[in-house]
């Protein structure tokens, strides 16, 4: 059975950083490609970034709201994926889900088969 | 960015009742669509994908359909354990993937 979950939310200032973590078993970790979605409370939901797997290059993919603050990683020695998340706003609030990545032949662009069950980020002063 | 819109944003239904979901693409999106229920407090969990084929393990009364531009997401006799929140994503590789702003389906 797939697992995943996550971890390292908390309550943190503006322009602050936080590291989440997603620890994943059920599944080879290492095949897999990743990424987070979030949820601002009371609202839908946003994709925040990807990740392939090293076969694939391990290449990193972001929503345009977080490129250039956030930085995705993984650990496949650990089954672990990370999410760096730097220069923090009130508009980053919410809970952070990790998920692994379904797509379908030539088209590269996922949808999400399993679903982490989320740490909550606040960003407040 | 393509655009998801859903229809309605929120219904109230009876148990055994038939509901149905539209979602529409601000531009062609094919058959790369899916659909997610959400429980309050819960992660979402993935219906449809394809516009139409259903995840294994989803019961049988969800059935997915539409292509191009407009899609629907049809509960065909609603049980208790489906009131929750429903939304589509679009998955076109042309654009970043997006969610449409989910309907809420509540007990009548």
């Known amino acids: 059975e797939v697992q995943l979950v996550e971890s390292g939310g908390g309550l943190v200032k503006p322009g602050g950083s936080l590291r989440l973590s997603c620890a994943a078993s059920?599944?080879?970790?290492?095949?897999?490609?990743m990424s987070w979605v979030r949820q601002a409370p009371g609202k839908g939901l946003e994709w925040v970034g990807h990740?392939?797997?090293?076969?694939?290059?391990?290449?990193?993919d972001y929503a345009a709201p977080v490129k250039g603050r956030f930085t995705i990683s993984r650990d496949d020695s650990k089954n672990t994926l990370y999410l760096q998340m730097n220069s923090l706003t009130t508009e980053d609030t919410g809970v952070y889900y990790c998920?692994?990545?379904?797509?379908?032949?030539?088209?590269?662009?996922?949808?999400?088969?399993?679903w982490g069950q989320g740490t909550l980020v606040t960003v407040s002063s | 960015d393509i655009q998801m819109t859903q229809s309605p944003s929120s219904l109230s239904a009876s148990v055994g009742g038939r509901v149905t979901i539209t979602c529409r693409a601000s531009?062609?999106?094919?058959?790369?669509l899916a659909w997610y229920q959400q429980k309050p407090g819960k992660a979402p969990k993935l219906l449809i994908y394809d516009a139409s084929s259903l995840e294994s393990g989803v019961p049988s009364r969800f059935s997915g359909s539409g292509s191009g531009t407009e899609f629907t997401l049809t509960i065909s006799s609603l049980q208790p354990d489906d009131f929750a929140t429903y939304y589509c994503q679009h998955y076109n590789p042309y654009s970043a993937l997006t969610f449409g702003g989910g309907t809420k389906v509540e007990i009548k």
């Open positions: 990740i392939k797997n090293k076969f694939d290059g391990g290449t990193r």
């Open positions: 059920g599944f080879t970790f290492f095949n897999a490609r």
């Open positions: 531009q062609s999106i094919r058959s790369w």
């Open positions: 998920t692994t990545d379904r797509f379908e032949g030539n088209n590269e662009t996922p949808y999400f088969d399993s």
